[in-house]
């Protein structure tokens, strides 16, 4: 998105979450949560199975009525409205085709409740079919489709009444890695073409990532984080955050002083002293993490240059992707720390082995201090 | 090392085709040849005798066998509109019962399929927990509950609702009753099986795209669970037609059921002959349906299941 409506203060959001709750007997799936999205952005909603994200995405749809709070589409109210009644549709995890239709009733099916004229269904259907492809095989039954098929049908019938807002079950979870890839491009060139602000539920955080304009990080029913996908996973807000989106080296450290925004640690994980970049002024004598990702971490066995943070370990475990390798080294205080290194000169040779004696170290900016 | 696993093959051959061919035995058995011999003797003049019927060969001129089959029996039937009312009776009770069973029954199904785990396990066993007990012995029960002197009468007379004892029996209600209460799992389990497989997003699918919950029902639940609707209306409708026991002791003199005229016409007229037509023109109007079935289901498995 050019403009980033969600740091305008005066943007009109396009869906409006207000301590949002929903309870199934003692269980509570979703606590309290607030949230804008705005028009035209393609939100994530980013968590584990149990974190309440599809029980979020139902009651968007209007599927679950929410047991406490507000929810605002397009500054409508539509809380209590039935799902029938909502500018909002959804694309199923199991596509939920019509077993008995053609492809071409499937998507037809909407407009016909809305009570479209004939002509003008036949014409939106065709359009919508021809821009996700599936035009010549608009007279087949669901099951005689592949999955990927299914999914671009699938796709059309939600997206051929024109929604306001198009709710994204796992849509890409059902396909197999090579087709996932392809239709991710596909899914947000779709979604930039028609303007409809899209909100998808996610377990995989690569997917998430790639997609979307922003992501909600949630769990046990609330967000962690909400943010751009630089900013949860650069930054992130918390440990759970940290280690739920890509992979992290985390430390304990205790705080032994601050200094404007350069605080100094002990940290225990690595048996010596560090430091941190943050704004965040902890108390002295406080516990904290110390949070590095492994592609930030210099590997060598030459002491790095001055200025870094660098500590000494000794390569327990590595292995070789090609355009990467992955190091897992172990700290004299028996910390294992996750290293990735890009495989940029072309070598028939490993420049370390097991067993080797390295140096980590990383830009003092790099790493993220968390204290909870 | 091959030699061996031939035999293996031969072997596991031959025990599948026998496993093909044991139920057509049965049918051939237990179905055909008595069908057999039944449009037998429909087709033979009725004796003093036993058996009281004329055999099929004529022995009677110098050795020569003469073929004796006649269809003056069929031609009986229609003679008058007794057995015609009969049959129109059976029709009638039979097609009122399989719609009331499905009135019934869809909710029923349906609501059973929607339970999780434990919840639909025990209703469905309650819905087959009846089959435990003796059929003639649920109508008797049946009796004991409708007669004059019967639970409900006494309930009713005592809590003052009614002076004098309702007729509940030996009527067409208590008829329609009995087929109701009897056939209900029969329309029950099919459409639940149907109902159970349904993938309820499609009804969330249907509500998201503008369905009202009137339009989910007709437009997706209906149509997909249409071959448990056939199977079940055509599990009861094909026994309901040749009922007997149900129309004997719970109905009335005026219950037109064809069970009870072959009843009648086998036992206490003993013209064996005519009873035969009559059970021949009964199944003859089964098997319309059935066939009917037949080619939906065919037609079905090709072009709905995903």
Redesign the interface.
């Known amino acids: 998105m050019a403009i980033e409506a969600w740091n305008d203060p005066n943007a009109r959001p396009m869906v409006e979450l207000r301590g949002l709750s929903k309870r199934f007997g003692d269980v509570t799936a979703v606590d309290g949560v607030d949230l804008k999205v705005f028009a035209g952005e393609l939100f994530a909603i980013l968590g584990a199975s149990g974190s309440g994200k599809t029980t979020l995405l139902r009651m968007l ?3 679950e009525s929410p047991s406490a709070g507000q929810l605002l589409i397009d500054g409508v109210d539509m809380t209590r409205v ?3 009644e909502r500018p ?3 694309m ?1 995890q ?1 596509y ?5 239709m053609s492809v071409a009733q499937n998507v037809a ?2 407009l016909k ?2 009570g479209v004229g004939k002509a003008e269904i036949a014409d939106r259907v065709a359009r919508i079919l021809d821009q996700v492809k599936m035009g010549h095989l608009s007279g087949r ?3 005689a489709l592949s999955g990927g098929e299914r999914q671009r049908v699938a796709l059309a ?2 997206l051929v ?1 024109r929604p306001k807002l198009l709710l994204l079950d796992e849509p890409l979870a059902a396909l197999d890695r090579k087709l996932r890839e392809h239709t991710q491009f596909e899914l947000m060139n779709l979604q930039d073409e028609l303007g409809i602000t899209f909100m998808v539920v996610t377990h995989d955080q690569e997917e998430a990532m790639t997609l979307s304009s922003r992501i909600a990080v949630m769990n046990h029913g609330r967000f962690e984080q909400i943010g751009t996908p630089e900013a949860v996973y650069e930054y992130p807000g918390n440990r759970f955050v940290a280690d739920f989106v890509g992979s992290i080296n985390q430390l304990e450290a205790t705080v032994n002083r601050v200094d404007a925004d350069r605080v100094l640690l002990e940290c225990a994980s690595a048996g010596c002293e560090m430091e941190v970049v943050s704004d965040a002024a902890p108390a002295p004598g406080s516990d904290c993490w110390v949070a590095v990702r492994p592609e930030k971490i210099l590997i060598s066995k030459a002491p790095p240059e001055t200025g870094r943070v660098a500590v000494k370990g000794v390569v327990h475990d590595l292995g070789y992707f090609g355009n990467l390798s992955i190091y897992r080294v172990e700290l004299p205080t028996g910390h294992m720390m996750k290293v990735s290194a890009q495989n940029r000169q072309r070598s028939a040779t490993k420049t370390l082995e097991w067993d080797d004696e390295v140096y980590l170290s990383w830009e003092v900016g790099s790493a993220v201090l968390l204290t909870d | 090392m091959k030699g061996g696993v031939n035999t293996m093959g031969d072997g596991r051959r031959r025990w599948l085709r026998w496993a093909l061919v044991t139920p057509y035995l049965w049918l051939l058995l237990f179905f055909l040849a008595p069908f057999v011999i039944i449009l037998k003797i429909s087709m033979a003049d009725p004796l003093v005798a036993l058996p009281p019927f004329t055999p099929l060969l004529d022995w009677a001129q110098q050795g020569w066998a003469r073929l004796h089959l006649t269809l003056d029996n069929y031609l009986f039937l229609f003679q008058d509109n007794y057995y015609v009312m009969h049959y129109l009776g059976s029709l009638k009770m039979a097609a009122v019962s399989t719609l009331l069973c499905l009135l019934l029954g869809y909710p029923m199904a349906y609501f059973i399929a929607r339970q999780s785990g434990r919840r639909r396990h025990l209703l469905l066993l309650a819905v087959i927990l009846p089959f435990w007990i003796s059929f003639l012995l649920r109508v008797y029960a049946w009796m004991g509950l409708l007669n004059t002197r019967g639970v409900i009468n006494t309930v009713l007379m005592w809590s003052g609702v009614i002076d004098e004892p309702l007729q509940l029996m030996y009527n067409d209600f208590a008829v329609y009753l009995g087929i109701v209460y009897s056939y209900l799992p029969f329309m029950i389990l099919p459409l639940y099986a149907r109902l159970e497989r349904m ?1 309820h ?2 009804v ?9 919950r009137r ?1 989910v029902f007709f ?2 639940i209906l ?2 669970s249409m071959p448990g609707v056939i199977g079940g209306c055509l599990l009861v409708f094909i026994p309901a037609i040749g009922e007997f026991i149900i129309p004997a002791l719970l109905g009335g003199a005026d219950t037109l059921m064809i069970g009870r005229a072959l009843w009648d016409e086998f036992f206490i007229n003993r013209d064996w002959p005519v009873a035969s037509a009559v059970s021949v023109v009964l199944l003859l109007i089964l098997v319309l349906p059935i066939m009917w079935f037949q080619r939906i289901q065919s037609r079905d498995g090709v ?4």
Do not use: C, Q, T, W
């Open positions: 749809a209007g599927f039935p799902p029938y909002v549709n959804m199923f199991s939920a085709l019509f077993p008995h099916y909407g409740k809305e039954k669901p099951a019938r939600a009444k | 993938d997003d499609l969330d699918a249907a509500l998201d795209l503008g369905a009202r339009d437009d997706i149509p997909l072009g709905v299941r995903a």
